[in-house]
């Protein structure tokens, strides 16, 4: 591994290359490993525009999903056929709680809580933690170091904001047809995503697109992916007129929920993660930034370190009332970008390529099934509740 990328500086350079002529550039998955990965269940999808794949979409809860439950052989639970509070417990026990986000939003129903399970995403193309070389970034990531530089040209492409509201409504439209014919099951795809690379450099952009979804009358609700490295970024550009004033407290007012992805709950631990300078200051900075803009968080913590993970707990719930019964510890798996950073990584150290992917996957493995311990009895001593028994949507969070 070289030297760490300092994530400010990253995101500074890469706010050159990532918007222009109010478009963004985003991931083109035609070519990619992520694109085939994520093709399982519902093919990568077209900018109308243009021709260029620069949607996918994320099934989350496979077992409530006919489609998604076949192709990774999974028992389906058809939940039109039980009450809320069983869909509700259902939802909550499996290793995503994705379509319970949307539980207090207008128009949600829990009956078709799987018109909110999957999601239309598109990537911006650039991540602050990522330097640009074949295997920057987090260690762990599902996005392919090509759709993560920054660089425009082969595997990008530009996306502006009618394009991207008229390609999902062709793309739902046809979306349900397909699960109609194979399923016999209605499905109205209803979140857009913003995820990433970082999307809080474009937050411009994104503050514009869901003006004119609202313009438009268009019946989303969303999602906006963080890796909480950006807080003094948005600052700076509200400071210099690149954004408008209070931009992320406009964009709260919006129907979007807000992955804030948490690297590590230590210096050593989150800097390991990620490959960067990034600080617990400025993840703590950036995670009070989104909740004093008004925004519903969702937390998910990636590769925790098993050992502080406790005094992380305790020191967050100090901070952040109720924080504990918020935060997801997100499970890890090796897809097919992933193991080439792995792999090229291995061949930097001269270590065995698949010995090393074991042992990191193995790694990644245990820590998670530690925490997952960890909390639960956490939750259970502080709030006499265990992991994953409570509704997340219904915790509120605020700042102490």
């Given at each position: 591994m070289g030297e760490k990328t300092n994530p400010i500086q990253r995101a500074l350079e890469l706010r050159k290359t990532l918007i222009s002529?109010?478009?963004?550039?985003?991931?083109?998955?035609?070519n990619t490993l992520q694109g085939k990965d994520t093709s399982k269940v519902i093919d990568i999808m077209p900018n109308i525009a243009t021709g260029q794949y620069v949607f996918r979409a994320k099934v989350n809860v496979k077992?409530?999903?006919?489609?998604?439950?076949?192709?990774?052989?999974?028992?389906?639970?058809?939940?039109?056929?039980?009450?809320d509070d069983e869909i509700e417990r259902f939802i909550r026990r499996q290793e995503f709680d994705y379509?319970?986000?949307?539980?207090?939003?207008?128009?949600?129903?829990?009956?078709?809580?799987?018109?909110?399970n999957p999601d239309f995403v598109f990537q911006v193309a650039g991540c602050n933690f990522h330097d640009g070389s074949a295997s920057g970034g987090c260690w762990y990531c599902f996005v392919d170091d090509e759709s993560n530089n920054g660089r425009p040209g082969a595997g990008k492409a530009l996306l502006g904001i009618d394009e991207t509201i008229d390609s999902v409504l062709a793309a739902r439209k046809k979306i349900r047809q397909q699960y109609q014919e194979a399923a016999g099951f209605d499905l109205?795809?209803?979140?857009?995503?913003?995820?990433?690379?970082?999307?809080?450099?474009?937050?411009?952009?994104?503050?514009?697109?869901?003006?004119r979804i609202a313009q438009r009358g268009c019946d989303f609700v969303?999602?906006?992916?963080?890796?909480?490295?950006?807080?003094?970024?948005v600052e700076r550009f509200e400071k210099e007129g690149i954004y408008e004033p209070n931009t992320l407290e406009k964009l709260a007012e919006f129907p979007v929920k807000v992955l804030t992805a948490l690297k590590g709950c230590n210096s050593e631990n989150l800097q390991d993660n990620v490959q960067s300078t990034a600080t617990m200051d400025e993840q703590l900075r950036s995670l009070k930034k989104f909740l004093s803009a008004g925004f519903d968080i969702y937390p998910t913590l990636y590769n925790p370190d098993p050992a502080s993970l406790k005094t992380y707990l305790e020191r967050m719930d100090s901070i952040i009332p109720n924080f504990s019964l918020r935060v997801h510890i997100g499970p890890l798996k090796v897809y097919g970008p992933t193991r080439k950073r792995l792999q090229i990584e291995a061949q930097r150290q001269g270590k065995d390529?698949?010995?090393?992917?074991?042992?990191?996957?193995?790694?990644?493995?245990?820590?998670?099934?530690?925490?997952?311990?960890?909390i639960d009895s956490y939750l259970k001593e502080r709030h006499g509740i265990g992991y994953r028994e409570t509704t997340r949507s219904d915790v509120k969070l605020k700042l102490a």
């Amino acid at each position: 591994m070289g030297e760490k990328t300092n994530p400010i500086q990253r995101a500074l350079e890469l706010r050159k290359t990532l918007i222009s002529d109010g478009k963004i550039l985003v991931a083109d998955f035609s070519n990619t490993l992520q694109g085939k990965d994520t093709s399982k269940v519902i093919d990568i999808m077209p900018n109308i525009a243009t021709g260029q794949y620069v949607f996918r979409a994320k099934v989350n809860v496979k077992e409530i999903d006919p489609l998604a439950s076949k192709a990774y052989n999974t028992r389906f639970s058809d939940i039109r056929e039980r009450t809320d509070d069983e869909i509700e417990r259902f939802i909550r026990r499996q290793e995503f709680d994705y379509p319970l986000w949307f539980k207090h939003c207008n128009g949600f129903e829990m009956r078709r809580a799987t018109d909110y399970n999957p999601d239309f995403v598109f990537q911006v193309a650039g991540c602050n933690f990522h330097d640009g070389s074949a295997s920057g970034g987090c260690w762990y990531c599902f996005v392919d170091d090509e759709s993560n530089n920054g660089r425009p040209g082969a595997g990008k492409a530009l996306l502006g904001i009618d394009e991207t509201i008229d390609s999902v409504l062709a793309a739902r439209k046809k979306i349900r047809q397909q699960y109609q014919e194979a399923a016999g099951f209605d499905l109205n795809i209803k979140v857009l995503r913003a995820s990433g690379g970082e999307p809080t450099i474009v937050l411009d952009w994104i503050l514009n697109l869901w003006r004119r979804i609202a313009q438009r009358g268009c019946d989303f609700v969303g999602q906006l992916d963080s890796n909480l490295s950006t807080a003094s970024v948005v600052e700076r550009f509200e400071k210099e007129g690149i954004y408008e004033p209070n931009t992320l407290e406009k964009l709260a007012e919006f129907p979007v929920k807000v992955l804030t992805a948490l690297k590590g709950c230590n210096s050593e631990n989150l800097q390991d993660n990620v490959q960067s300078t990034a600080t617990m200051d400025e993840q703590l900075r950036s995670l009070k930034k989104f909740l004093s803009a008004g925004f519903d968080i969702y937390p998910t913590l990636y590769n925790p370190d098993p050992a502080s993970l406790k005094t992380y707990l305790e020191r967050m719930d100090s901070i952040i009332p109720n924080f504990s019964l918020r935060v997801h510890i997100g499970p890890l798996k090796v897809y097919g970008p992933t193991r080439k950073r792995l792999q090229i990584e291995a061949q930097r150290q001269g270590k065995d390529p698949d010995i090393f992917l074991r042992i990191a996957e193995q790694n990644w493995k245990d820590n998670y099934f530690r925490s997952i311990a960890i909390i639960d009895s956490y939750l259970k001593e502080r709030h006499g509740i265990g992991y994953r028994e409570t509704t997340r949507s219904d915790v509120k969070l605020k700042l102490a």
